[in-house]
């Protein structure tokens, strides 16, 4: 692992799964490339660091999608995108009162970038 590099482990719903997974194969054919979890969880960071976040967004995802499961995920954070992956988890913990904010975070910014097709 590079200096800087974090491993981000969660554990989501197969809800979530399905939402990633849909997520990266679309964002694979509308880039022409094969595009990873994490190219798929960075692209959408670096293009919501400037897009506002309502609590009410929140509030809405959490109500359409069950969060906790027993699929585990890893996303590994490097330095190159860390700023804009801490960016966005900043605004969702400004206006989320949950626990388990990367768990909330990594498909709560996949479905804001495919819901204002960002990716």
């Not at 609590?55 to 585990?72: H, M, N, S, T, V």
Request: net charge neutral.
């Amino acid at each position: 692992m590079a200096a800087g590099t974090r491993n981000v482990r969660i554990f989501v719903s197969e809800q979530c799964f399905d939402l990633l997974v849909d997520a990266m194969a679309a964002y694979s054919k509308e880039s022409r490339r094969f595009q990873t979890m994490r190219m798929t969880v960075q692209a959408a960071c670096l293009r919501l660091k400037s897009h506002g976040i309502s609590k009410q967004e929140l509030e809405d995802f959490l109500a359409d999608y069950a969060i906790g499961g027993d699929i585990r995920i890893f996303l590994e954070v490097g330095p190159e995108w860390s700023g804009d992956y801490d960016a966005v988890r900043a605004k969702v913990k400004e206006i989320s009162e949950k626990p388990g904010l990367d768990k909330i975070l990594v498909p709560f910014a996949v479905y804001l970038a495919v819901k204002y097709n960002l990716l």
